[in-house]
């Protein structure tokens, strides 16, 4: 598996692509409306600027990917794992896109998108009184977790009808009315807002995807236990996929340094150094990029 600068501006053209069709069909506003006609945090009332900063990004960090590689065709197929007793090998290209970052491009319209929805998700509840704070509403106190604690009480308490909770399990709503016994929530909802804010910073800005991408899943997951589905079922099938792609997937960003300064728990303490094996047309070498 070769990659060439050609192949980079198609995948880029790709990405930009996909980037389009996820925000329209998760959006009920259309992508193309007002960049400044809504609340840019929340994505109220029409479009928001973070939607165009991604379609603009996506274009300009392949395109400058493609030119750093120039000429050269660099040959980024993992090694075969036939040979080793008991081991599955992947196809080549999964391997590839899971760890090589010349295709870390690819990665950048999930972590726009999802990135993007937790920032607009949580943003706002660091605001609200009654999620991250205490204030008055229309002459009456309102405590901070109020509005986790009202969430919770909905999921756990049995409908008068049927007699049927919104939480799935038995013990999940049991652990929920637990919380809310013990006052948790007060402490919980702010904790629920500033996390999720602080999971679409990661994915926007590439820093620790993997770590904010799982905790993504956990909110997702935590909320569809609760009786919620909005966003989630989507969010949590598209994250999944960003913890797969964890190595890379965050190279346009921040993790372009941390990963190889923090290292890794089986490669601890050293920076890990990129080697590509480069096709001419006498042969082929490796070079340091």
């Known amino acids: 598996m070769t990659i060439t600068r050609n192949k980079i501006v198609a995948l880029t053209v790709i990405a930009t692509l996909a980037y389009i069709l996820l925000l329209n069909a998760v959006q009920e506003t259309p992508f193309f409306a007002d960049p400044f006609g809504g609340n840019d945090w929340t994505g109220e009332g029409g479009g928001t600027w973070l939607n165009w900063l991604g379609l603009?990004?996506?274009?300009?960090?392949?395109?400058?990917?493609?030119?750093?590689?120039?000429?050269?065709?660099?040959?980024?197929?993992?090694?075969?794992?036939?040979?080793?007793?008991?081991?599955?090998?992947?196809?080549?290209?999964?391997?590839?896109?899971?760890?090589?970052?010349?295709?870390?491009?690819?990665?950048l319209p999930l972590?726009?998108?999802?990135?993007?929805?937790?920032?607009?998700?949580?943003?706002?509840?660091?605001?609200?009184?009654?999620?991250?704070?205490?204030?008055?509403?229309?002459?009456?106190?309102?405590?901070?977790?109020?509005?986790?604690?009202?969430?919770?009480m909905g999921a756990y308490t049995p409908n008068p009808e049927t007699g049927a909770t919104k939480a799935v399990f038995g013990w999940y709503g049991d652990f929920l009315k637990f919380m809310v016994d013990n006052n948790w929530t007060s402490w919980f909802g702010p904790m629920v807002a500033w996390g999720e804010t602080l999971i679409g910073i990661g994915l926007l800005l590439g820093g620790l995807v993997g770590i904010a991408a799982f905790f993504g899943t956990l909110m997702?997951?935590?909320?569809?236990?609760?009786?919620?589905?909005?966003?989630?079922?989507?969010?949590?099938a598209l994250t999944v996929f960003i913890i797969l792609g964890w190595k890379v997937a965050g190279h346009f960003g921040l993790d372009r340094w941390l990963l190889p300064t923090l290292g890794t728990p089986w490669n601890r303490g050293s920076r890990p150094a990129q080697n590509d094996k480069v096709t001419t047309g006498t042969g082929s070498y490796t070079a340091r990029v």
Not at 223 to 232: E, K, P
């Open 56 to 107: 603009i990004l996506i274009p300009v960090l392949g395109l400058l990917q493609a030119a750093q590689l120039g000429d050269r065709h660099i040959d980024v197929e993992p090694d075969h794992n036939e040979m080793t007793d008991g081991q599955v090998s992947d196809p080549a290209w999964w391997k590839a896109l899971q760890g090589n970052t010349w295709l870390s491009v690819a990665w």
């Open 220 to 236: 997702n997951m935590s909320f569809m236990l609760a009786g919620t589905v909005s966003a989630n079922p989507w969010m949590f």
């Open 111 to 152: 972590r726009f998108v999802l990135g993007i929805h937790w920032l607009q998700a949580g943003w706002h509840k660091t605001q609200d009184i009654g999620w991250a704070k205490s204030g008055t509403v229309d002459g009456e106190f309102v405590e901070r977790g109020s509005s986790m604690k009202g969430f919770l």
